[in-house]
Each structure stands twice: as C-alpha cells, then as structure tokens.
C-alpha cells in the first residue's frame, strides 16, 4: 500500500470567476467549492479539478522565486464519444482547440484549451 490517494488536478488560473464559467457552463463540471476569488474546485465523474486563482496558496511562488503560470503540456484527459461531434458542439461555445483532431493507434484525441491556456484532451478510444 502506497499511502497515496489521488486528491485531484491543480490548474493555475488568472480569473476564477471565468474559469468555474468554463468549467460549468461549457464542460459540464459541478463546482463543488469555492473560496472567494482565490480558489475554487470543480468535479466530473469523481476527479476534482482544483483552479488555484493569483491570490490562492496553491499559487504562490516557488522557493527559488519561479511563478506558477497557466499552460503546458500536462493535462487532463477526457473520454468522450463521438469526439467530432463533441467538438462541433464545443466549438459552438466559442471553445478554443490548440490541435486539430489526431488519430493513433489508441484512438482520436485533441486538445481543448481553458480560457487560461491550460489543456485538456478529450479523447475517443478506437474501437476494439
């Protein structure tokens, strides 16, 4: 046994109100707490998503003096079915992409962004 259980997926944010409106409203989430202006955590399917605002503990600077900032390339993954369709609608939200849709081996992914440059793919397995 580890002694580890998985608590969620830390985004950095600049604006919470903008982000739990993404999160919800285009997404689908359910905002299961929020602190003020500085923080707030959103659900699907059981994984939080914890949105660390500028005035957050979870995004203050690191010890060498490095800010946290949006973006990279770690990211949530979504499953989704009928990943064109998804993206039709999404796209219909005003959702911005990063990446066109791929196909590999696995599946048919592409890249979401939030209205912080964080990522997030969603993602179609190929079928078996």
Known sequence: MSGFHVHGIRYQIRDLARAIEFYTRVLGFELKHQAGTAFASVSCDGLDVLLSGPG?????????G???????????????????????????????????????????????????????????????
């Open 56 to 64: 957050s503990s979870g995004a203050r600077p690191l010890p060498d």
């Open 66 to 128: 490095q800010s946290q900032e949006p973006g990279g390339w770690n990211r949530l993954v979504l499953r989704v079915e009928d990943l064109v369709a998804r993206v039709a609608a999404l796209r219909e939200r005003g959702a911005r992409f990063r990446t066109d849709i791929i196909a590999g081996p696995g599946g048919k992914q592409i890249q979401l962004l939030d209205p912080d440059g964080n990522p997030i793919e969603l993602f179609e397995p190929a079928k078996s």
